[in-house]
């Protein structure tokens, strides 16, 4: 697994040597585990556009703010003011493009800035910054009083995790002290833990758990991922839980939450981790790679000529996805194939011809299927599909009984 890096060799700093995985912040635990992920915004390209935001507001706003000016007032949703920027001076202009540059970079950390504008004034004393109904900060460096309005942002993000607070206002210490764009980025990649990073639409992401949680969970855990995220083919090696995600083009920017479930408690999770969705592509991810064929021709061997045993895992995918196996019988016997897990899978079992010998849909455990059927000498393909276009694991047992 690799995190996408494009960075310049001098900023490469120790988020690097933490590992080519890009480490998200988690909900504490008492036993807690580690998320990574595979992503296309790389630690190092996070902390970078971070710092370009930074460096826009220090360009666009004065050194010294001198003179009085109107109350500028800076709608977070549309930057709009209530007055026309043609009418408003040069230095007010950048105060106005400064106000929406802070709202850029909160949104950038993931956060949600609300409805409340932001009002900016240049006063006898220096810049005046405040979000509305908040007192506010008046300071002769335009960095510090603007540093002050993004902490009371964030202080109203009632959405804003708490491991998340800290690293804002780190940000907001570096955009009000860093006299330039490396020391931000110096500054910016010593935080612990490192800022919250972001999951971009239209990527498919691995995630990869490892730790006493997904043990806690089970051979069986599953994720799931915020409003319009697709959680795709999903394995657990002992502690360690692989997916593969992507964050639909539709899911709101923000916060939202990775959550682990045991595979028999499908309500309450085990534990979750923060994220925070931001940009991405335009274009959806190409499918994910089937696990198992859909045909005869490609059917996954399943059980060998002389062999009375097997086990196989497998994955549908969603609506339209159906898994194949192959089975080679040599002596006569009673054959039983029983699916376990999460998924409600239904199985129909045909010989070499295409006739039906066997199907089953609940007689498993809970929503696992059983077929069981007397069979001969030949080969025999066996169809797992979900009984109402979901998706999910599966593993399937097969044992012969020779007659």
Do not use: W
């Not at 110096?186 to 995630?207: F, K, S, T």
């Amino acid at each position: 697994m690799k995190t996408h890096m494009n960075i310049a060799a001098k900023r490469i700093t120790r988020i690097a040597s933490a590992g080519l995985a890009l480490s998200l912040l988690t909900t504490p635990v008492i036993a807690q585990s580690v998320l990574t992920a595979d992503t296309e915004i790389s630690g190092e390209a996070y902390l970078n556009r971070l710092v370009e935001i930074m460096d826009d507001i220090r360009r666009l706003v004065p050194e010294t703010v001198e003179g009085e000016g109107p109350l500028l007032t800076i709608l977070p949703e549309t930057g709009e003011t209530g007055t026309e920027l043609g009418a408003l001076s040069d230095a007010d202009r950048q105060l106005v493009q400064a106000g929406r540059r802070l709202f850029d970079l909160y949104r950038e950390v993931g956060g949600d800035p609300g409805g409340r504008p932001l009002l900016i004034q240049r006063t006898a004393n220096g810049l005046f910054s405040a979000l509305e109904g908040e007192n506010g900060n008046v300071s002769a460096q335009p960095g510090e009083a603007l540093a002050g309005s993004l902490n009371d942002i964030a202080a109203n993000d009632e959405r804003l995790p708490g491991a998340v607070a800290p690293v804002v206002a780190a940000i907001a210490d570096t955009l009000a002290t860093a006299p330039n764009a490396d020391a931000a980025f110096d500054l910016l990649a010593a935080l612990e833990p490192d800022p919250i990073a972001v999951l971009a639409r239209n990527q498919r992401i691995g995630l990869t758990i490892t730790g006493p949680d997904v043990e806690t969970a089970g051979r069986f855990a599953v994720i799931a991922g915020p409003a319009g995220s697709t959680v795709g083919r999903t394995a657990v090696n002992g502690d360690t839980l692989t997916a593969n995600i992507v964050i639909g083009p539709d899911t709101a920017d923000g916060f939202g939450k990775i959550l682990l479930f045991s595979g028999s408690d499908s309500l309450t999770p085990v534990t979750s981790y923060d994220i925070a969705v931001r940009g991405g592509d335009t274009a959806p991810p190409a499918s994910e790679p089937d696990d198992h064929g859909d045909t005869t021709a490609t059917a996954t061997p399943l059980l060998g000529g002389g062999v009375l045993t097997a086990s196989i895992t497998g994955h549908i995918g969603g609506a339209g996805d159906v898994d194949m196996f192959s089975l080679t019988v040599t002596a006569p016997g009673n054959l039983t194939i029983a699916s376990s897990g999460p998924t409600d899978i239904t199985a129909s079992l045909s010989d070499s011809d295409g006739t039906l010998v066997g199907s089953d849909d609940n007689s498993g455990s809970r929503y696992n299927f059983a077929v069981q059927s007397a069979v001969t000498p030949g080969t025999y393909v066996l169809t797992v599909r979900h009984c109402c276009s979901g998706s999910g694991r599966y593993q399937l047992d097969t044992v012969l009984n020779p007659l």
